[in-house]
């Protein structure tokens, strides 16, 4: 019993920082730093400056709700592709979409369903342009 409560706390933090990253290109390729910039600063695509601050003098009204995106120079490609597919699993509270899920999801338009926001490629070059940021 004493060597379970010992141990629990590394079964429980292990778990969650395998979970906080998704190392693997979803498409298998590198994505395009070009066309991430433009999916991060257009609002049709992202939508990213609703929220987000970047890089984008071009760009005169940008979002004040969440971090500057050149706060994601600290983290790595795995858990910046992590929190484009689904932010919840960084945070559960977070108001980020969920760039790339179509389960459990409430109130979807009909016309939607089953349709992520973003293609698997679409994540590989915004996730590809967020690294330049470093
Ligand atoms: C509705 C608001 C909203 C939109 C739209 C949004 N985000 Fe976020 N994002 C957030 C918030 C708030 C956070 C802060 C962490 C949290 O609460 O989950 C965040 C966190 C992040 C982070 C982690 C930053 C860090 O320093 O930890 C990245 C990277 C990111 N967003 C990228 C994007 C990109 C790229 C897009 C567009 C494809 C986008 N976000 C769209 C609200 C948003």
Redesign the pocket.
């Known amino acids: 019993m004493r060597f379970l409560l010992l141990i629990l706390p590394f079964l429980f933090f292990g778990k969650a920082l395998g979970d906080d990253a998704i190392p693997a290109s979803l498409t298998g390729a590198k994505g395009d730093p070009q066309r991430g910039r433009a ?2 600063a257009n609002r049709q695509v ?3 400056l ?3 601050s970047g890089p984008f003098p071009e760009e005169r009204f940008q ?1 004040n ?3 500057d ?1 050149r ?2 120079a ?2 790595t490609e795995g858990e ?1 592709r992590l ?2 597919v689904d ?2 699993r ?2 559960p ?5 969920a ?1 790339y899920r179509t389960e459990g999801l409430t109130r979807v338009a009909p016309s939607l369903r089953g349709k992520s ?2 293609t698997a490629e679409q994540i590989e070059d ?1 996730v590809a342009y ?1 690294v330049t940021l470093k």
């Open positions: 999916i991060v992202g939508l990213c609703l929220c987000h979002g709700l969440a971090p995106l706060s994601a600290r983290l910046l929190r484009l932010p919840a960084a945070n509270q977070t108001i980020m979409p760039y926001i973003l915004v967020l």
